[in-house]
């Protein structure tokens, strides 16, 4: 496929941006891309939704112009997110529609082969998100599938009021950033299992041990309380014993 190019060419002010993303913490590292993403692609919104267990959607960052609403812990239903919506954003690094009010044309071809158009950039939105964004009156929008442990985790979603033309160059940055983001994800995910494994081997080495020297099963449990309450995140633990 053709397509013009602007021509821009990203700032050094705009590419601390993105260095910003190496400090982030786990907490705050989706809440940096969006920001980040906003401002180097001059979007009015940039957020960011992550797909649940059951296939609904909710968005956990929310980078904005003053005056649009919020969608910050906005949760979205299952058909938002089916497994044919989620493969069609799967088959591209990103996807891109300038002007979603326009009506779409229809591939010619002078073969009688089928096209895959799935693959295509002017291949129509699925209709769901067509209605949601018409519905808050967004004109272009950015889409970039992010994938965690090879699955795909969520979506990365910006916005524009009037049209705006995001080329081939900006499209391929805003994948780069998304995919780095979610490598240093992964990365700390990968951090907490570790630690938390290791948590959970050396409270079984205490358990051992102190069962091998004290026979009183409650004696054992409450020396090792907090670490229990540690590894559970719980605010405590209750040991019932039943009577002979």
């Not at 044309?105 to 089928?114: G, P, V």
Request: aromatic fraction near 10%; glycine fraction near 4%; include cysteine.
């Amino acid at each position: 496929e053709f397509e013009r190019q602007i021509g821009s060419s990203v700032t050094l002010l705009q590419l601390n941006d993105f260095s910003n993303l190496l400090d982030s913490s786990a907490q705050a590292i989706w809440k940096n891309l969006s920001h980040a993403m906003r401002n180097i692609l001059e979007l009015e919104r940039v957020m960011i939704m992550k797909i649940d267990d059951v296939g609904a959607g909710i968005i956990v960052a929310d980078s904005r112009v003053d005056g649009l609403k919020p969608f910050l812990g906005h949760r979205f239903a299952e058909n938002f997110m089916t497994p044919e919506i989620v493969k069609f954003y799967e088959d591209c690094s990103t996807r891109f529609c300038v002007d979603i009010w326009e009506s779409f044309n229809d591939f010619i071809s002078n073969k009688t082969l089928s096209i895959p158009q799935q693959v295509s950039q002017l291949a129509p939105l699925p209709k769901v998100h067509m209605a949601f964004l018409k519905s808050i009156q967004v004109t272009s929008a950015l889409f970039v599938p992010i994938r965690i442990d090879q699955e795909f985790w969520g979506l990365v979603i910006g916005q524009h009021s009037s049209k705006k033309w995001l080329d081939l160059q900006q499209r391929q940055l805003a994948a780069l950033m998304v995919q780095y983001t979610a490598n240093s994800y992964e990365k700390s995910l990968s951090s907490k299992r570790l630690s938390f494994r290791q948590d959970v081997e050396q409270l079984e080495r205490q358990l051992t041990a102190g069962l091998q020297q004290s026979a009183q099963l409650d004696t054992v449990f409450n020396s090792e309380m907090e670490q229990l309450c540690k590894i559970a995140k719980a605010d405590g633990f209750v040991v019932y014993k039943q009577d002979d």
